[in-house]
Structure formats: C-alpha cells, structure tokens
C-alpha cells in the first residue's frame, strides 16, 4: 500500500507534467519494477491514472482539468490553437 500510494503522490504532485513510466521505475529498485507495472495498471483501470501515451500516465483529476480547460477556452474563442494549448 505504501508503494502505491508513493506512486499516486507523484503523479498528483506532477500534475500536468507527469514522469514517464521509466522515470517512476528509475525512482525504485529494480525488483519493484513488476509491482509498479501492476499498480500503474490498477489505478487505470480505477480511473485514478490514464494512460496518455506509449510513455507513460497523467493524474486522472489534473487530466479532467486540462479537458475543462481547453473546453472552456474553445467555448470562449471558437477554437485553439497549439501555442495557446501549451500556455
């Protein structure tokens, strides 16, 4: 329990800049590498994490952040551009 709620603090720290998957394994031993592989699973499948990319996950609650974000921000402006999506 203990390792899994390191790796929850981490992500909910990080927010939108979450660790690739490597980054979070680089973190422990190696033999907690499977634990971590199957905690990271859990908590997607819990809707705790999403999987983003190949790489890696977000934070559920920083995820649904950026989605209302950028939801508000097409509501008010018609649409966005990448720039204005990275600031």
């Known amino acids: 329990i203990a390792l899994k709620e390191a790796i929850q603090a981490r992500f909910r720290e990080a927010a939108f800049e979450p660790p690739t998957t490597q980054e979070l394994l680089a973190d422990w031993p190696a033999k907690q590498e499977k634990a971590i592989?199957?905690?990271?699973?859990?908590?997607?499948?819990?809707?705790?994490?999403?999987?983003?990319?190949?790489?890696?996950?977000?934070?559920?609650?920083?995820?649904?952040?950026?989605?209302?974000?950028?939801?508000?921000?097409?509501?008010?402006?018609?649409?966005?551009s990448l720039p204005d999506f990275r600031d």
């Open 37 to 80: 592989r199957q905690i990271l699973a859990d908590l997607d499948r819990r809707h705790e994490l999403i999987k983003i990319d190949a790489s890696g996950y977000m934070d559920w609650e920083a995820w649904n952040r950026i989605l209302a974000l950028v939801y508000a921000h097409v509501e008010a402006h018609g649409s966005l």
